[in-house]
Structure formats: C-alpha cells, structure tokens
T-cell receptor, first 120, second 114 residues
Framework: GAVVSQHPSRVICKSGTSVKIECRSL??????MFWYRQFPKQSLMLMAT?????????EQGVEKDKFLINHASLTLSTLTVTSAHPEDSSFYIC????????????????FGPGTRLTVL | AQSVTQPDIHITVSEGASLELRCNYS??????LFWYVQSPGQGLQLLLK??????LVQGIKGFEAEFKRSQSSFNLRKPSVHWSDAAEYFC????????????FGQGTTLQVKP
C-alpha cells in the first residue's frame, strides 16, 4: 500500500514552454500532497502544500504564478512549470498523505519517484 | 525554530559492518520522526517512523532507530550493511498537527565498500 506515482519521469523542454507533472496516489486517497524540489547533492526543498479542493499554500520565495499546483481530486495533483527557463531545471518530487493510511494518517508522507526536468 | 541536523555528510563502511547514521533535531516538543532512503535518481522510501511509545523503532530492510529525548536524537542503525544499502539517507521531523509538513536534514551519503 501507499504507492505514489509521478509522470513523466523525465522531461526535456525548450525555454519558454510550460511543463505539467502529474502526481497520483494509486492505492489511497491523498487529502494532502506536497511538492518538493531537489538540487544535486542537496536535501529536499518544500515548494508547496496542497489539500484536495483547496488552493495550494506556497512556501516563502516560491513563485505561485510560475509553479501552478492543482489538486482537483483525492488521487491526483499536478504541478505546471510555466514559461520554464534553464534555472528551473531540477528534480521535482511529490509526496502524499491521507486519512486512509494505517499507522500514520496525515502525518506520514509517501513519495513519488520524482521527475527530472531539463530546460534547454 | 524547528531544525534537523545530520552531522555526517558522507559515511563509508565495509559490507557486513555495522552502521549508525546520526540525526539531531530541534523542536519544542516531541516531534514525529522519520528516516527515508533515496537511491540515485529516485524518490524517497520510508524506512521507519516514530510517533510515540517504544523508543526503539524497527523498520524495513533490517534498519532500526532509537529516539532519545534527552539527546534530541533519532539515530539510524543497522547491524550488518549490504552493498545495496548504498544510498542517500534523510532524517525528517514533523509537527504533530494537521499540516503534515516535514523538515528534512541535509542527508547522509552512505558508501559501502566490498
């Protein structure tokens, strides 16, 4: 149980284009999803928290108009990087938590496999 | 402010040797504590977690961790390391609330020598 998938696993795009990354909870209802960014050899940086049906809460310094997050259902959240530039190249990881999870509930996050974004 | 410190950036152990990865946290009360492992180019896998109760927690892949309140520590241990354990290990703390947000340490890279 507690499987989270991400699609695509890897994407290369041209500067100025927009890229959408999907995060799905496969076997549980994710009431909350989190989006992280990870630079090489570094820890995870939380970008935003999204609750199903609500607007995402962005961390300080994260541009909400550039990183659009939608959490329209209990199993799907999307991150859209708008007008991507080379400095947006990074590894993006989502995680999910939910009430239906045994032994952890909303306080345990399960992570997706990540998406490698390269902007040329 | 809440924080997590993993003092060892890089650790090398021989296969079959024991392992201890250190984690210290700063938090006003007893937080929720987690250890995750990340293989190159992959997401994070939950190894174990502590919410309350027995301070020695058993996880997957033969790992265990001990919560020591007096030392504000949650060190990860394994009695005999396997080559497949080579990865990045992250300690994280969460506040017992409905936000579910985690604060991660900087990570420890484990290298296993044959």
């Amino acid at each position: 149980g507690a499987v989270v998938s991400q699609h695509p696993s890897r994407v290369i795009c041209k500067s100025g284009t927009s890229v959408k990354i999907e995060c799905r909870s496969l076997d549980f209802q994710a009431t909350t999803m989190f989006w992280y960014r990870q630079f090489p050899k570094q820890s995870l940086m939380l970008m935003a928290t999204s609750n199903e049906g609500s607007k995402a809460t962005y961390e300080q310094g994260v541009e909400k108009d550039k990183f659009l997050i939608n959490h329209a259902s209990l199993t799907l959240s999307t991150l859209t990087v708008t007008s991507a530039h080379p400095e947006d190249s990074s590894f993006y990881i989502c995680s999910a938590s939910g009430w239906a999870l045994a032994g952890g509930g909303t306080d345990t996050q399960y992570f997706g496999p990540g998406t490698r974004l390269t902007v040329l | 402010a809440q924080s997590v410190t993993q003092p060892d950036i890089h650790i090398t152990v021989s296969e079959g040797a024991s392992l201890e990865l250190r984690c210290n946290y700063s938090y006003g009360a007893t937080p929720y504590l987690f250890w995750y492992v990340q293989s190159p180019g992959q997401g994070l896998q939950l190894l174990l977690k502590y919410f309350s109760g027995d301070t020695l927690v058993q996880g997957i892949k033969g790992f265990e961790a001990e919560f020591k309140r007096s030392q504000s520590s949650f060190n990860l241990r394994k009695p005999s390391v396997h080559w497949s354990d080579a990865a990045e290990y992250f300690c994280a703390v969460g506040a017992p609330s409905n936000t579910g947000k985690l604060i991660f340490g900087q990570g420890t890279t484990l290298q296993v020598k044959p």
